[in-house]
């Protein structure tokens, strides 16, 4: 995809899952990369290695994007080291699931910090670049979860529903300066986050896709690539659900 190649993009949590490829699909497209991490440095590395095997510049950083002066002085680092800045894929997410009445304060904050407050550090950090030279892409990664609601989720759905209502909002106050915002929200994905469940789990889970199967990184990063592309200019401030059908309904 030539409108990619040359481009800079910062991805937060790229070290696994669907970050992880997001990372690799902009580095195949010939897309210069930064990308973050908390904990996986092993992980992140080996990302590291792969998308410069592909000949393209990629760094990851350790960075808590609950933190905003982290965050700035990252995205600070990665334009002076790169040199531009055109993408932000806002990814980074954790999950603490729990019923409401077993939920702690630290469980909801923790959620939220990362989640939703991420979003808002790593956006704030990079709009004014995009709005001083007129053009960037950001895409925010949400959940069906966000749209539809799930139990034991009341922290992760309520991200995921900020970030949607985020996302139109901001879409709407940056669109005049050449500046599109979408998100893309999964359903059960092919992440470490199924990695433990049993095969009858999993089978219930298939059994409730209209499709009738867990979705994998690649949808998703494909998913990103067509927002990225010139077939998606004239989209902005959408949601758009790779979930096999779930948002809509079981089988």
Request: aromatic letters at 6%; glycine letters at 10%.
């Amino acid at each position: 995809m030539k409108e990619l190649k040359d481009k800079v993009a910062i991805v937060t949590g790229g070290s696994r899952g669907i970050g992880r490829a997001v990372v690799l699909m902009l580095a195949k497209e010939g897309c210069h990369v930064a990308f973050s991490y908390h904990r996986s440095k092993e992980e992140a590395l080996k990302v590291e290695q792969d998308a410069r095997k592909l000949g393209v510049k990629c760094e990851a950083s350790q960075v808590d994007v609950k933190d905003f002066n982290q965050v700035k002085k990252w995205v600070e680092e990665t334009k002076e080291k790169f040199g531009r800045l055109d993408i932000l894929i806002n990814n980074a997410g954790i999950i603490i699931d729990k019923a409401l009445m077993l939920m702690s304060p630290k469980d909801w904050q923790e959620v939220l910090g990362t989640n939703l407050t991420g979003v808002f550090n790593a956006s704030r950090s990079c709009i004014v670049t995009f709005l001083k030279q007129k053009s960037g892409d950001i895409i925010n990664m949400s959940s069906v979860s966000g749209l539809i609601g799930l139990p034991r989720q009341i922290n992760y759905a309520a991200t995921k529903g900020g970030i949607n209502a985020l996302t139109k909002s901001l879409a709407k106050e940056v669109a005049g300066y050449g500046v599109r915002v979408n998100a893309v929200a999964p359903g059960f994905i092919e992440t470490d986050i199924l990695s433990g469940m049993t095969p009858e789990q999993r089978t219930k889970i298939s059994e409730s896709v209209p499709l009738g199967r867990i979705g994998t990184v690649e949808d998703v990063s494909n998913c990103v690539k067509f927002l990225l592309s010139q077939e998606a200019r004239y989209l902005t401030g959408q949601i758009i659900q790779v979930d096999g059908g779930l948002a809509i309904g079981g089988r």
